[in-house]
Each structure stands twice: as structure tokens, then as C-alpha cells.
């Protein structure tokens, strides 16, 4: 049985271990997993001394247990093998990539496109994704973003083989389900509105109102949804415990400890001056810091003096407060940092890689458009899923985007586009298209051929990213004297 099981899986065990050995080697050149950020260099004193009787705090802590889980006791494992400090977490941060690029994505693009995919697409992905996220920071260093992100796309899967299922799976499988939602919302809050979309995709396909009315599906409902429910308090009652008896604790001695609602709110002030967190320097938000000056008049220069000494907040209702009072700059704001999060630059300004990743949400505009040809097409309970990914982005649009932070977005739209066959049918058309004008005449064998207008529209919606993404750097003040793309 387990060897047949093996031979079932035998491309995605493969496949995992290709992107397992691509993010082994990468990794292999880092000494230090807590070298380059300040929060990973933070936490990773508080996971040293976890066990040491006088552990060391860490504002990272807001974001819970999964802050300094599993590290402590990769860390543990590491000091009882007498192996490297950050020798177990490379190989955490290995398994995670793997499952991300190999099974994660691949998996849940597949059942959204219902097709059966190819391996040369699934490795195309595992080499792209590396090449657009391998200056990302997440990998090698100590955050929640890939666990958070590979939490996330478990929980998806997880949905979508509920759904095909329906209330006969297995009840320990809702359970494990329920489990994943519990995790998802013990994170930093980024992943919360859209582990709250996974839930209303779930009610919708496998909790309809018809089911609670009919008598004899009624006690199979109540007892999937309430083996759901199960999985997700163990998780979020420990994250409740983990709190109370060991961040509160250094709270109450005077560390500055903020909770997430207590980040929130200052990020919410403190962000309105910078979009985004670029390759040494930060863009500045010009038009924020225009809507704060005329919001609080004579009182702006003691809001900038509070923010300039790490104080100032502001709540969530008081931001859409004075975003509100100029609707059209605010929302110029929220889209600019929505495209900025699609804009793969691999941190230089990069012409390939941003060729790459306008190419790919082109390409699923126009999956789109193919797949959605009614408003009830548009709209079905898959639109809320993917909704879910779009949501995981949101709270960035708000504050402050640094590319780390986006992977599940931009995942989606990048494994989207290399899975579904319009970009390659594309190629296709346009090569056949050549080969007939040459084998005739080079001139008028083209010049009979329909125009192609999808081509132009790309052409075009290129030029006008790459016009856009000049524009906002030309705000970088170390910038504009210099060529600002690189290959």
C-alpha cells in the first residue's frame, strides 16, 4: 500500500525535492538567518533564550506563539546535534519553499483551472518563482511570512478537497481543516480577512441553509460543522495562553510589547509618509503626508513631531476617517501600493523580472475574461477563494508594502498564468503566424492575417506598467540622477 501510494505521488515527491535541494543550496551561502533584518535578529534573541530561565523579549512577539514556533526547538535540535545554530531552521525553511512552488500553488491552480498540468510547467514554476523571490528575505531569514503563506495555502487545498468531497469526508479531515483556520488567525493578522473568505467559501459549498432544513442530512451538518469548529480552538486558546503568560508578563515590566491591534494603529499613522520599503531607500508617499496636513491643519507639525519619536496612532475607523476626506488621492494611494506589490523588481529595478510579472497579470486578465462570460460565472463561490488571496494583500495596500509580504498574490497570478495554456497558445499563434508570412511573402502573407489586437493591448499594458513603475521612483531622491532599470 505505502509503495503504491509512493508511485502515485511520484512527480510531486520529485518535484519536491527539486525545489527542496534548489532552496538547500541557496541557503547554504547564508552564515546567519538573523543577519539582515531587524526583526528576525530580535526574535531570534528571544528564541535563543526561550528555554534559558532569563528569555529576552522581542516586539515581534506580537504576532504570537508562531513568532518563536517551531524555531525554539529547531534551535533546541540544532544545540543537542552539535550542528550549525540555523542548520534545522535552513532545512524548515527548505520544506516550506518545496511545499509552496511544488505542491502548494501547483495543486490549488490546477483544481481552480480543472486541468491536469504538465511537469514541464510545474518545473517551469519551481525556477521562476525561485528567480522572482530569491532576493526576498523571507527565505533566509527568521519571519513569519513562509510559514504564514504555506499555512494558508494547506488551509486552500484543504477547502477544495472538502468541497469535492462534500459532508461524507472523513471527520478528522474537518477537524484538520478546522485546525488550519485556528493557525491562520494566530498570525501577525495579515492572512485574517482572507481566512475569513476561506470560511464563507466553506459555509457556501458545504453549509447551505437547504442542508440544515433537510431532516436527514441535518446530523451529519451540525457534526462537520462542529468538528470544524474543534479544530480551530486548540490553536487560538494556546495563542490566547501564550499571551497571557509570556508577553503579558514583560508588558506588565514596562517592554514595549505592543499588541496587533496596538501595530496596527500606529502603522496606520505612521506609513501614510512611505509606500514602500525599496532597495535603500524608502518611496515616499507625497500624497499622504498632503492628506494629513490638511486634515489636521494647524496640528500637523506636532503629528509628524509625535511619529518622528516612534509615537502617534491612529485606529482603523479614524484612518478611513481621514482617508475619506479625499476619496480619489486615497484610493490613487491603495492602487499604487496594490500594483507596487505585483511589481517583481527583484529588488534593482529589474527589466526581465518585471517583463515577467506584468506578462503573467496580463496573461490573467485575460484567463479571466475566457473563463468568466456571465456575471454568475464571475461571481460564484470560487470568485470568494480567490477573493481570499486578494485580501491577504489588502492590509498592505493600507500601510506600507514590502514585496515579502505579497508572495500569496503575486504566487497566484505567476502559477496562473504559466498553467493555463493562453500565453502558451499565444506563442503558438503568433510563431505559426511568422513562419506562414515568411513562407509566402514576408509582407503581404502577414499583411493578410487579422490584426492582432490582444497583442497590441499587451504591448500597450507593458509600456504603461513600466511608465507607471518609473514614475513612482522617480519620488526616490537617490534615483533619479541614476538609470533606474537594470537587467
Keep these: 500500500m505505502f509503495l503504491g501510494q509512493l508511485k502515485k505521488h511520484r512527480k510531486n515527491i520529485l518535484l519536491f525535492l527539486l ?31 526561550y528555554y534559558s530561565g532569563k528569555m529576552l523579549p522581542s516586539y515581534v512577539m506580537y504576532k504570537g506563539f508562531l513568532s518563536v514556533f517551531p524555531y525554539v526547538w529547531l534551535y533546541q535540535l540544532s544545540l543537542f546535534f552539535h550542528v550549525g545554530d540555523f542548520f534545522f531552521v535552513k532545512l524548515y525553511h527548505c520544506l516550506l519553499f518545496a511545499y509552496i512552488v511544488a505542491i502548494g500553488f501547483p495543486c490549488f491552480v490546477s483544481r481552480l483551472l480543472h486541468k491536469n498540468v504538465e511537469v514541464w510547467k510545474r518545473i517551469t514554476i519551481i525556477f521562476l518563482l525561485f528567480f522572482l523571490w530569491k532576493f526576498n528575505i523571507a527565505f533566509s531569514q527568521i519571519m513569519v511570512d513562509l510559514p504564514s503563506l504555506t499555512c494558508f495555502l494547506l488551509l486552500v487545498n484543504s477547502v477544495i478537497h472538502l468541497a469535492e468531497k462534500g459532508l461524507q469526508a472523513n471527520k478528522i479531515y474537518f477537524i484538520y481543516t478546522g485546525l488550519l483556520f485556528g493557525l491562520n488567525l494566530c498570525f501577525s493578522g495579515q492572512y485574517t480577512l482572507a481566512t475569513i473568505c476561506v470560511f464563507a467559501y466553506v459555509l457556501i459549498k458545504l453549509f447551505p441553509v437547504r442542508m440544515l432544513r433537510d431532516k436527514a442530512m441535518r446530523l451529519t451538518t451540525v457534526l462537520a460543522l462542529l468538528c470544524l469548529i474543534i479544530g480551530i480552538v486548540p490553536p487560538k486558546a494556546y495563542n490566547t495562553y501564550f499571551e497571557k503568560t509570556v508577553v503579558q508578563p514583560f508588558r506588565d515590566q514596562g517592554v514595549w510589547l505592543p499588541t496587533s491591534q496596538q501595530w496596527a494603529e500606529y502603522v496606520f499613522l505612521n506609513k501614510m509618509f512611505n509606500e514602500k520599503s525599496s532597495t535603500g531607500a524608502a518611496i515616499p508617499d507625497h500624497r499622504g503626508d498632503a492628506i494629513l496636513q490638511d486634515y489636521y491643519g494647524e496640528e500637523y507639525k506636532e503629528v509628524v513631531s509625535s511619529i518622528q519619536t516612534g509615537g502617534g496612532s491612529i485606529t482603523f475607523f479614524e484612518y478611513l476617517k481621514i482617508s475619506m476626506t479625499h476619496p480619489v488621492d486615497s484610493l490613487s494611494r491603495w492602487f499604487n501600493r496594490l500594483f507596487l506589490s505585483l511589481s517583481l523588481d527583484n529588488g534593482r529595478q529589474s527589466i526581465s523580472s518585471l517583463f515577467l510579472a506584468y506578462t503573467a497579470l496580463f496573461t490573467v486578465l485575460l484567463i479571466i475574461k475566457k473563463k468568466c462570460k456571465t456575471v454568475k460565472e464571475f461571481f460564484s463561490p470560487t470568485f470568494v477563494l480567490i477573493s481570499a488571496f486578494v485580501c491577504a494583500v489588502l492590509p498592505i495596500c493600507a500601510t506600507f508594502v514590502e514585496l515579502r509580504y505579497c508572495m500569496v498574490l503575486q504566487g497566484l497570478i505567476i502559477v496562473a498564468a504559466v498553467f493555463d495554456d493562453t500565453i502558451w497558445d499565444g506563442i503558438k499563434s503568433f510563431w505559426d503566424c511568422i513562419k506562414k508570412g515568411i513562407a509566402h511573402h514576408p509582407f503581404i502573407g502577414i499583411s493578410e492575417k487579422r490584426f492582432p489586437y490582444t497583442f497590441a493591448l499587451y504591448c500597450i499594458f507593458l509600456l504603461i506598467c513600466f511608465i507607471h513603475y518609473a514614475a513612482i521612483y522617480e519620488n526616490v531622491s537617490s534615483i533619479p540622477s541614476q538609470i533606474l532599470f537594470t537587467w
Design 19 to 49: 525545489a527542496f535541494v534548489i532552496m538547500a543550496i541557496y541557503l547554504k551561502t547564508f552564515d546567519s538567518m538573523a543577519a539582515i533584518s531587524g526583526d528576525a535578529a530580535s526574535i531570534w534573541q528571544t528564541i535563543k533564550s
